[in-house]
């Protein structure tokens, strides 16, 4: 079985002045064709006008296979803006991410995303390799209309080749993001 | 299943009021704590743990 932790895509959230909010991103270590964890800077636009709810909404994965579109570029915002990137094979289809949870951390002094791990059963070696997962919240009540299904965030993981097995995305023990 | 994971220890409560309520009775203790708003089973779950003592 597959099994892959999503690490940390940590964000500090720094008041810059007065009703103004800069986000910075500090991206993990640099793997295969992408380059960094991206949160999306509309998904932060939809947070901030309460359109996306991160443990009420319907929120789904994805799962990139290539880079022609640079999904990794945080200009993206919607779902058809990196779907060329998406993997293609009869054993996949995306997943929608359950048992979502915001934690307030005093100890750590910074909030976490986390929801329960994100399995692809039986995902065929003809899928092709996994660069990256990304999250998008479904607008609309199905995927027919990417056009407005809002990019999330995505996480650059080990390049990783399915086997036919179950291809399993675990979030970190401290949350699969951060937000301090 | 999803996997149990720390921040749903603790007190579970399924009115984020009294949840708030409760924290707000542990840090007067001067506990740090943890608040989670999670949905498990398509409903709105809410959780107090306490981190330190």
Partial sequence: MEQ?????????LIVAGLGSLAAILRPPQSRGALHASVFYHQAFVELATANLNLVSGVIRDMLLTGST????????????????????????GRVTLGTKAMTDDDVNNRAEWSFADV????????????????????VGGDDATPGNDILICLWDIADTAPDGSDFTLQPGSEGAVQFA | MPRI???????????KTAAIARRRELRAEGKKTAFTEAEIDGELAYFVNVLED
Avoid at chain 1, 4 to 12: G, M, R
Avoid at chain 2, 5 to 15: I, K, S
């Fill in chain 1, 119 to 138: 399995v692809h059963a039986t995902l065929n070696a003809a899928f092709g390799t996994v660069t990256a997962m990304a999250s998008y919240l479904q």
């Fill in chain 1, 69 to 92: 579109t640079t999904p990794d570029n945080p200009d993206h915002e919607f779902v058809d803006d990196i779907s060329a990137d998406e993997g293609a094979h009869a054993s996949y």
């Fill in chain 1, 4 to 12: 892959i932790t999503l690490q940390f895509l940590s964000l500090w």
């Fill in chain 2, 5 to 15: 994971r720390t921040q749903f220890l603790g007190e579970r409560f399924d009115d």
